[in-house]
């Protein structure tokens, strides 16, 4: 089943797994003790997606970049819709599917990890912050693993901060 209103897809498949199906994923990575222990023990944002690219899992540190209190908040959104990307916006299929995604790293490396194993990339996400907009550099870096006999990627959005400049 698709959320998409509009299935057409200028790049990315719009295809998505159902709220209830990704629900059920994050319960039995939410029951996986040791998963949230070591998610939450970084202050990277970490995001678990599923084949579908879409949140099934993520740490504290991905809520504080989405801006949220609660993970459930964010299951089932790929990663330009959880943190306010506009190209993810414009398009009521979502992130990944306008032509302009084909520029983006951080789809490019989520794809690439589906088919290779590993993906890595540096992007500047334009996100909406209240009324302004703001660029959100990030370097991705996705590793696609199986759990339970099925695909899953965790995907790693380390902020790109610039070096603080010499002392002196």
Request: glycine residues 8%; proline residues 6%.
């Amino acid at each position: 089943m698709s959320y998409a209103l509009n299935p057409k897809t200028q790049f990315a498949p719009v295809e998505r797994a159902t709220f209830l199906e990704a629900a059920a994923d994050f319960q039995r990575f939410r029951e996986t003790a040791l998963v949230p222990l070591l998610l939450d023990a970084d202050p990277i944002p970490k995001v678990i997606i599923n084949d579908h690219r879409q949140m099934v899992f993520g740490n504290r540190a991905l809520a504080e970049l989405a801006g949220v209190e609660d993970l459930r908040d964010l299951i089932g959104l790929r990663l330009g819709e959880l943190v306010g990307c506009n190209h993810a916006i414009d398009q009521l299929a979502g992130c990944g599917a306008m032509d302009s995604c084909r520029a983006c790293n951080a789809i490019q490396a989520t794809l690439e990890a589906f088919n290779k194993g590993t993906g890595r990339g540096d992007v500047a996400l334009r996100v909406a912050r209240g009324l302004h907009e703001e660029v959100l550099p990030l370097k991705v870096t996705v590793q696609r693993f199986l759990h339970e006999g099925r695909a899953f990627a965790l995907m790693c959005l380390e902020p790109v901060v610039e070096p603080a400049p010499p002392a002196g």
